[in-house]
């Protein structure tokens, strides 16, 4: 067994079975901000799988924060599907939590229905090509309102947590970064000044939610853009954030924009978890390590090492839902590793195709695609050991067929 990947870990009031945690990822598109049946399905595989939090989102807080393809708490109407998503995957054995998204500039203005996106500074986006407009002080008080509300939201339909997004070049961190908030009020110019807007939206969440509702961060580690925040002004931040009464600092690297891979095979396993080590140091609170992390064996280690105190299994979760489960009974041979190709799960998502995963069909389809015993046994031949083959081979046998795989 692996130990401490497999040892429970507890934040605030929320108990954890294991360290393995699924972050929010844009993988599976929303209906109008609703959740969607094949969702459920997706998410409950994973829940079965052994995982002990999986994160969904990013959640749309209000109309400007994000397109209607994603999850939404941004209203009451939304809570019914919200509250049946969360008992499913309670009932499957992990708990849920909500990623609060705000895109910031980051929202192409088709999403918002032809609305101007916003952000802390008339900056524009190398992202979209758009122009955002400069938030007005009593429009950030009512965003930051925003994202209070909607932790209340997701605590009223039965999550176990909430996630604030301060990273890859969202709203937060427009606000944190020199890059984009040239702004010469209180939310703009020295580093306590473009902290402000975070540290008041940890509070006001804290205050909606109480002390014993689990609130965590995603911050990024580095931004690897050209006079960009590093580890050191993120170390700097993190500290507030604890002292805001954030529970939880899940460490990532980067912006959409960098020229920095993030998860693409190239980018060597673990090749972040020096950012999250860096921030575990001068912090109490638990840090999360991710980004190519795929292998329970290098998690267990990072963990043995004091680098981190949860480990971020993405993709990883999309490719092998079961990932969790045979770890822990040893079977690591059977894992279906993520190749990071980013071929079924990203890259489709930028032209609004359907998005699947390249060693797992299942992916997304868990229940158009479920695997069932046959109803006869029968002897199957299959002739060609190339992919298409052996991925017939290998669901034939699961459904209790004798298989034979012939290759010259």
């Not at 981190?308 to 489960?325: C, H, M, S, V, W």
Request: charged residues 20%; glycine residues 10%; contains cysteine.
């Amino acid at each position: 067994m692996l130990n401490p990947l497999f040892s429970p870990i507890q934040i605030n009031r929320l108990e954890l079975k294991n360290r393995i945690v699924m972050p929010a990822m844009h993988f599976l598109p929303a209906e109008d901000g609703r959740v969607l049946p094949h969702q459920v399905d997706f998410f409950a595989e994973r829940a079965q799988g052994g995982v002990a939090l999986i994160i969904i989102g990013g959640c749309t807080i209000d109309e400007t924060s994000g397109p209607p393809d994603m999850i939404s708490v941004q209203d009451d109407r939304f809570l019914p599907e919200l509250s049946a998503l969360a008992e499913t995957v309670q009932s499957k054995g992990a708990r849920i939590a909500a990623q609060l998204f705000h895109g910031g500039r980051y929202v192409p203005s088709a999403a918002l229905g032809g609305k101007k996106p916003v952000s802390s500074s008339p900056l524009r986006s190398k992202y979209t090509g758009e122009t955002p407009r400069e938030l007005s002080l009593e429009e950030i008080k009512e965003i930051q309102a925003h994202y209070a509300l909607a932790a209340r939201r997701a605590q009223r339909a039965g999550f176990d947590a909430v996630v604030i997004i301060a990273s890859a070049g969202y709203l937060i961190s427009q606000f944190l970064s020199p890059l984009v908030n040239r702004r010469r009020d209180d939310y703009g110019g020295d580093s306590p000044n473009r902290m402000r807007f975070a540290l008041e939206v940890a509070r006001r969440v804290r205050q909606e939610v109480g002390s014993a509702f689990p609130i965590f961060f995603r911050v990024s580690g580095h931004e690897f853009m050209e006079g960009g925040l590093g580890i050191q002004d993120t170390q700097v931040f993190c500290r507030e954030l604890q002292k805001a009464g954030v529970d939880m600092i899940n460490v990532t690297g980067g912006w959409h924009e960098t020229r920095v891979p993030q998860i693409t095979m190239g980018v060597p396993r673990g090749a972040f978890v020096y950012l999250a080590q860096a921030v575990k140091g001068v912090l109490s609170i638990p840090v999360m390590a991710c980004n190519r992390i795929n292998d329970p064996c290098l998690a267990n280690q990072i963990l043995l090492d004091g680098r981190a105190d949860l480990i971020g299994f993405a993709r990883g979760l999309i490719a092998d839902p079961d990932l969790a489960n045979k770890a822990l009974a040893g079977r690591f041979h059977e894992i279906n590793r993520c190749l990071a190709c980013n071929q079924g799960c990203f890259d489709p998502l930028f032209e609004k195709k359907p998005v699947t995963c390249l060693v797992n069909p299942r992916a997304g389809a868990e229940n158009r695609l479920s695997i069932t015993p046959a109803g006869k046994k029968k002897k199957v031949l299959i002739i060609g050991g190339g992919p298409a083959g052996m991925e017939a081979a290998r669901v034939a046998s699961l459904r209790g067929h004798h298989v034979v795989l012939y290759e010259k």
